[in-house]
């Protein structure tokens, strides 16, 4: 069965540095997202991304955060200058029409 | 007040009980709804989406009530394999994909 598989699974970073969490969704895929889940607290949309563009943000997702998907495969979470409070756990989805597919996710510490 | 309110819980029952989850949400606008499943550490799984008519899947029973804004989830004949939390989720449709999750609630079946 085809998945949305993310890696990585666990990074550990200094608070500042840059981080790049990657998804490659479900081929076929039209639509892509990143939610993020903080330890204990509940699933939290971050972006929607349809044809090349984002279609919609949330307001935690700001100029500190970007999302590219470089090369038609690999949809990708940039997250710069990190903060404490961006430790949490970050899953990607995909969804072709309304039922979304999640990956396992990656798990973000900010030391 | 919450987009999406559940009781946490936990609720502890045993093995073969009935057990119901409700759930409260704000937004009036909100056109579809979703029970998934989300295991410690794991992503969130599409559990059944919730219909005004309601709607079964063997031991699962989803119902929406839109003028009381309320959805529930009733489990019959409760397994051991059913210990995770449910998340009541809620989308305001068009495709941005954007999903509204609850808090969770936690269920623990004891043999």
């Known amino acids: 069965e085809p998945e949305v598989t993310q890696t990585p699974s666990h990074q550990v970073t200094q608070m500042g540095q840059e981080v790049i969490l990657r998804c490659v969704p479900i081929?076929?895929?039209?639509?892509f997202y990143w939610y993020r889940q903080i330890l204990g607290q509940k699933v939290e949309f971050l972006v929607s991304?349809?044809?090349?563009?984002?279609?919609?943000k949330s307001e935690i997702f700001d100029d500190q955060f970007s999302v590219e998907r470089p090369d038609g495969s690999n949809f990708t979470l940039k997250i710069r200058s990190t903060k404490l409070e961006d430790s949490a756990m970050y899953f990607c989805?995909?969804?072709?029409?309304?039922?979304?597919?999640f990956g396992e996710g990656s798990r973000l510490t900010v030391l | 007040r919450k987009e999406v309110e559940q009781d946490p819980g936990p609720f502890n029952v045993p093995e073969g009980a009935t057990v119901a989850f409700n759930c409260t949400y704000s937004?009036?606008?909100?056109?579809?709804f979703f029970w998934y499943r989300q295991d410690c550490r794991k992503e969130p799984k599409l559990l059944m989406s919730v219909y005004s008519s309601g709607n079964e899947d063997g031991r699962f029973t989803a119902q929406l009530n839109r003028a009381s804004q309320y959805i529930s989830l009733l489990i019959r004949d409760s397994k051991l394999s059913d210990s995770a939390t449910y998340l009541c989720v809620v989308s305001t449709g068009g495709n941005t994909g954007k999903l509204i999750f609850g808090q969770g609630t936690t269920l623990q079946v004891k043999p």
């Open positions: 989805a995909s969804s072709l029409a309304w039922e979304l597919f």
């Open positions: 937004n009036s606008a909100s056109q579809s």
């Open positions: 081929s076929n895929h039209l639509y």
């Open positions: 991304f349809y044809n090349n563009e984002i279609s919609e």
